[in-house]
């Protein structure tokens, strides 16, 4: 986070065990938390903040420690501190699942789950991107209900390729819709699925190999 920190219009300087982006010779545990306190103090005095950090579910040990003495000391300052995580990444050898019930509780953080998307979401995500009749917007809601299952990752990506297959085309500032005859995987979406597979046992595996042919 402090690696592209831009240290102009009179901000203080970043705490300097982090301030290259990587751990440098790390001080007593309880003298960098403060070092990083007094940071977002002085930074938040100057003018009101928003903090960042996505994927929580990869964090180690020393991040997660660092978070939650941060935590209870948030409400102090005019800061908004946005942390992301994937729930199908809770694997229990990860640090972050043994401290995500302290992370909500120290912290008294509001937790947000962000559900799939309904029809209803589908459309407003389509009706934003082309301009369709209500028929032709219809079909591709409903060909995205059926194929993404309201994944929202999954239904860009879906949308994206019937793009580039000119499925879905733009003649004129016009857009039009074409046939909906077949189903296709865009690739990111393939190596994503594959991705997930192999953290899988073999037994696993095996399991799904049988699940995808017998119907």
């Known amino acids: 986070m402090l690696e592209g920190y831009r240290r102009d219009r009179g901000l203080p300087p970043p705490p300097s065990t982090l301030a290259s982006g990587r751990v440098a010779d790390l001080p007593d545990r309880t003298a960098l938390f403060a070092e990083v306190r007094q ?8 003018r009101p903040s928003l903090i960042v950090l996505e994927d929580l579910h990869w964090s180690d040990e020393e991040s ?10 948030v409400w102090h300052w005019p800061v908004l501190l946005l942390a992301t995580y994937r729930m199908d990444e809770l694997l229990p050898a990860r640090p972050f699942v043994q401290h995500l019930p302290a992370l909500v509780r120290e912290s008294d953080a509001e937790r947000l789950e962000l559900g799939r998307l309904d029809r209803s979401g589908l459309q407003q995500l389509v009706g934003s991107r082309y ?14 209900d059926r194929f993404s299952e309201g994944n929202p990752f999954f239904a ?60």
């Open 64 to 73: 997660l420690d660092l978070l939650r003495n941060i935590g209870p000391h």
């Open 131 to 144: 301009a369709l009749p209500a028929g032709d917007e219809g079909l591709i809601v409903e060909y995205l």
């Open 156 to 215: 860009v990506e879906l949308m994206r390729v019937l793009e580039e297959e000119h499925v879905i085309e733009s003649q004129s500032g016009t857009w039009s819709l074409g046939e909906l005859d077949r189903v296709v995987i865009p690739t990111i979406v393939n190596q994503t699925i594959d991705r997930r597979i192999r953290r899988l046992g073999d037994e696993s595996r095996k399991a799904l190999d049988i699940a995808a042919v017998i119907g």
């Open 39 to 46: 940071f977002l103090t002085s930074l938040t005095a100057k």
